[in-house]
């Protein structure tokens, strides 16, 4: 009976949490949740904050090059050492001398403390720990970065399947039509009033329009799979999400005062500027090589032959040093240092230029993206109103025989086609104000832009 109880002992905890699990997940899936889970959970932005810890653990080691260190040690040793026989002027010492000098083995111990203090380096700790604050710093903004492009990331695959939803209830509403005007002709067709020709056109629309069907319906599947490994869950998990793919308009405001804000706040051009700090931090290192740094050594302990002395007075020792190094010649190192240094810097320099370019230049793209779609938007509107109107028109006609299966097919698919492009003109406007927000170095989500 134990083993049975055990058993079931296990399946209760083990389900307990699956089930806890699963009861978070009955509500569909929103992109703010999304992005947090993302955030929590995708190796991106766990190898981004590891990196910045490792950083935080960099500083306190400059740091600690600082400060004094103390370092506790000791020795034990038995020795004979008949050195003084093998002098070269032990033979001219007196015979009965020579008689009492026998070298016997002893013991000797020695403890104590040592503490050491840098006290002048030609300001090479105050630098190194400026570099390592600076890296720090870098790798915060490059955080923030991958952050930002994470959650781009989860709005793009939303909007994605918010696409491919919308295509496919299209393909699934003029299915629905063809269907329908299926059934008008072959009651037409058995009222004598249409052809057969009418009859097996339609029965061909219906039957053109199932391969549509399925690749709308695996479209579907592909972008809810690309959500789940966004979120890092199982690419075939049933993922409901909540929302639809909507025309939220924003006004941005003029193209130059969002790349005005762009050079404030995008985190990438605050990364590299840090680089570039960096560098100069690394050539002021390479230009205090062979200077003058002095160092205090201290000890403090017992020397003893016999272990019950350890620790009194009499045996006890004591030493301060100062240490001084100033190197005079390197063959070249200090040069060969200052050189690449200064090679690193001006490349960081450049490689912020270049970015601050690049950074306008996709500013402006997102930006005319969005005023183009925009007005595709307002144009697309128009046709599917058109398109609907010549549809319905068709439809009739063909009830009272002033039409043909032909032009109604024609109609049907215009009207899909507008309708298609009223949606592709939408997602176009979406990603590229999610594109321009990116670029900008602002929130991204129309929730957070708008707080």
Known sequence: ???????????????????????????????????????????????????????????????????????????????????????????????????????????????????????????????????????????????????????????????????????????????????????????????GVATEIDVLRSEVNVANLEPELIRAENQVRLARAVINELIMEDLEAPTRVAGSLEYVPWDAGALEGIQRRTLELRPELEAARKLVEQSRLTLRLANAENKLSVDMEGHYGYAVRELQNMFHSDYSRWNITFNFRLPLFDSGRKAGLTVQAAARLRAAEQQLAQLENECRLEVKRAYDDMQSSARAITAARLSVKQAEKVLAMMQANYRYGAATTLDVSDSRTSLAEARNAQIGATYRYEMAKARLRLASGIPILDEEVGR
């Open 1 to 191: 009976m134990k083993p049975i109880r055990a058993l079931v002992l296990f399946l209760t905890v083990a389900w307990f949490p699956a089930a806890s699990a699963a009861q978070e997940r009955t509500g569909p899936l929103t992109v703010k949740a999304a992005v947090a889970l993302a955030i929590e959970r995708n190796p991106e932005m766990l190898v981004a904050l590891a990196q910045r810890d490792e950083l935080k653990g960099k500083i306190t080691e400059v740091r600690s090059g600082a400060y004094p260190q103390l370092t506790f040690q000791g020795y034990g040793l038995r020795m004979r050492d008949p050195s003084i026989l093998n002098s070269s002027s032990f033979d001219n010492v007196p015979q009965e001398f020579r008689d009492a000098l026998v070298p016997v083995a002893s013991n000797m111990f020695d403890m104590g403390l040592k503490v050491t203090q840098p006290v002048y380096t030609a300001g090479k700790v105050r630098t190194a720990l400026r570099l390592a604050e600076e890296s720090l710093a870098e790798k915060n903004a490059v955080s923030d970065s991958v952050r930002r492009q994470l959650t781009f990331r989860v709005l793009q695959a939303f909007n994605d399947l918010f696409l491919t939803q919308a295509n496919l209830e299209v393909v699934r509403e003029t299915q629905q039509q063809s269907r329908e005007h299926l059934e008008l002709a072959r009651a037409r067709f058995r009222g």
